[in-house]
């Protein structure tokens, strides 16, 4: 998991894929465009965007990918977001689901949170627990999630 403000993206500093993704970021109009999904390279890399509102933090439960790794992106409003090592010993909440490439636990041990501002974005990999979206108070949030399939990135090794 790496943590970052889009303000801060430098060329060639990240894997190819995930360096698309943030040139993607830095260089769209997202208040230009309606919520939904796009893509970006085939269901290789392809983009969520999301007009949310905030929850507590127990309405969420950690969730992990195994297949994509998420590059979330605030665009516009403020949220918490928090990320742990999924251990593989934390209580199942929802067994995997391999279509919607998900898994949601009841709790994770060592959970960090990350107070964001607009421009923010974090990319959780497989091995990270992460839940979003989250804020002491209902907070409008527009955010993009961009999934890259773990293919992209092994391929580039």
Same mark, same amino acid.
Do not use: W
């Given at each position: ?35 939904? =999904? ?106 993009? =999630? =961009? ?11």
């Amino acid at each position: 998991m790496f943590f970052g403000h889009i303000s801060q993206v430098k060329a060639n500093r990240y894997p190819p894929a995930i360096q698309i993704a943030l040139n993607y970021l830095k260089n769209t109009d997202f208040d230009a465009m309606e919520a939904g =999904v796009y893509e970006l390279k085939g269901r290789q890399i392809y983009v969520q965007v999301l007009d949310l509102n905030t929850k507590s933090k127990h309405e969420f439960q950690p969730e992990v990918h195994r297949n994509y790794l998420d590059v979330q992106y605030l665009h516009r409003g403020k949220e918490i977001m928090a990320a742990a090592v999924d251990t593989g010993t934390n209580p199942i909440a929802m067994e995997y689901n391999p279509e919607r490439d998900i898994q949601y636990y009841q709790s994770v041990a060592n959970e960090n949170e990350f107070r964001c501002v607009e421009g923010n974005f974090a990319v959780f990999f497989p091995e990270d627990c992460h839940r979003t979206a989250i804020f002491d108070d209902t907070e409008t949030i527009r955010k993009v =999630v =961009v999934k890259i399939a773990m293919s992209e990135i092994e391929e580039q090794r």
